[in-house]
Each structure stands twice: as structure tokens, then as C-alpha cells.
């Protein structure tokens, strides 16, 4: 089980609209009061398979049938691809809860608490992804591409933490319009290639997100 000692502050700044600046020593202040609170509650859990790929038209076919991930902007971002990771990982319930409790005593710790999750669970999956490096080191990783990205469409969420055993093993589940529960939760496809990728980087007016993104609203981006 991966378990966090401290979360990126500068991270948290970032999504709390700071960009590169950074906050007064209030701010600065109650950031790691919530921080501390924060690390109290999570319990990071994740699990991950690894799926031999085929493109196909439409889209990429992972072995035996098990999952067929349709559009264009999934089949692009695995070309060269041989092979792919299905990862799934949470911050658990808990910290879904504490999140809510304070949204009733402390707007502003609420706020800060929210973005210092997000950063969290993005520690957590940047684990994951070290973590399958360490095992495959021969092995190039495309970025991290989730349902909902692009033309992939979020509706196959469900089965994709199915094929994981994510409710299972992680407590992983989605509703009925396939949002994930616990709701800090990620779910993600990477890419395995033999070979380095050598790629542009991806155009914010690609993602689904593009009209309502705070980072492209705030003038910067999701991964920069």
C-alpha cells in the first residue's frame, strides 16, 4: 500500500489559482495546517493490470476482448503500443468525508482541503506509475489518459474498474452516470512501448474539458 508523508505544496498553490506566484503567509500557513489534517485521514489504495493491446478501427481492442476503448484520440495516444497498463487508485472514503465535514465549518479550509486532495491523488498515480517502471524498465510510458479524455468516452468507466476488480479490491465503484465513488479516485490507460515516444504536446482544445478547465481559465495549463 503506497502511503503519502507530504503533499506538493506548490501543487496545491496551483490549484488554488496561484499559478506560479505564491500565497500570503496566511495562506501559506493554513495550507499546511490542512495539510497535516489531510494526511490524517487519506488511505491511498490502487491497483493496476497489464493488457497486451491491438489497435483496431475505432479505436484499441485489449486482449481476449476484455475491454474495447473507442475513438480516435485513445487509438492515437497508443500508437506504437504493444501493451498498456489499466490502473485504478483512491484517496478511500474518509477522505471523502472529511471533505464534506468541512465544507459546514470552514469554507476556506474546505477549498484548501479540495485542492490539496486533488494534488494527492496525483501523487498517488505518479507512484503507480514509477512503481510499473520499476517492474517493466525496459518499457517507455505513454502519459496517463483517462475515461472522459478526448473522444473516450466516460461511460465506459464502469467496466473498466470491473476488469480491475476495483470494487473489490479497493472499494473503487461508479454511479449511474459514471462518476467514480470514492469521488478523489482516479482511473487511467497508460501505454507500454518498446520504443521512446516522440510527440507534441496535446492541445487543450482536444479535451473535453476545454470550455470549463480552471487551469486554462487561470491562463496556464493541466500539465504544466
Known sequence: MLELSSINHREIY?????????????TASL?????????????PRHIYRLFRITPVSGGVQLEDGKLFLPGNDIYRH???????????ATL??????????LQFFDMAEAAIANSAANTAIEQVCDAVAEEIKNRL????????YSPG??????????????ILDAPKKIGLTVTTNSIMVPE???SAIIG????????????????????????????SRCDS
Open 14 to 26: 496551483r490549484y488554488l489559482g496561484y499559478g506560479s506566484s505564491q500565497p500570503d503567509t496566511a
Open 31 to 43: 495550507v499546511k495546517k490542512v495539510e497535516k489534517k489531510l494526511l490524517r485521514v487519506i488511505r
Open 78 to 88: 497508443l500508437k506504437g503500443c504493444k501493451r498498456a497498463v489499466l490502473m485504478a
Open 92 to 101: 478511500a472514503a474518509d477522505t471523502d468525508r472529511f471533505l464534506k465535514k
Open 137 to 144: 524498465p525496459l518499457l517507455y510510458q505513454t502519459s496517463r
Open 149 to 162: 479524455y478526448g473522444d473516450l468516452p466516460i461511460s465506459i468507466q464502469k467496466e473498466f474498474l470491473n
Open 184 to 186: 478523489k479516485s482516479v
Open 192 to 219: 507500454l512501448s518498446e520504443k521512446p515516444f516522440s510527440r507534441k504536446r496535446r492541445s487543450c482544445r482536444e479535451c473535453n474539458l476545454h470550455e470549463t478547465c480552471m487551469f486554462r481559465l487561470r491562463g
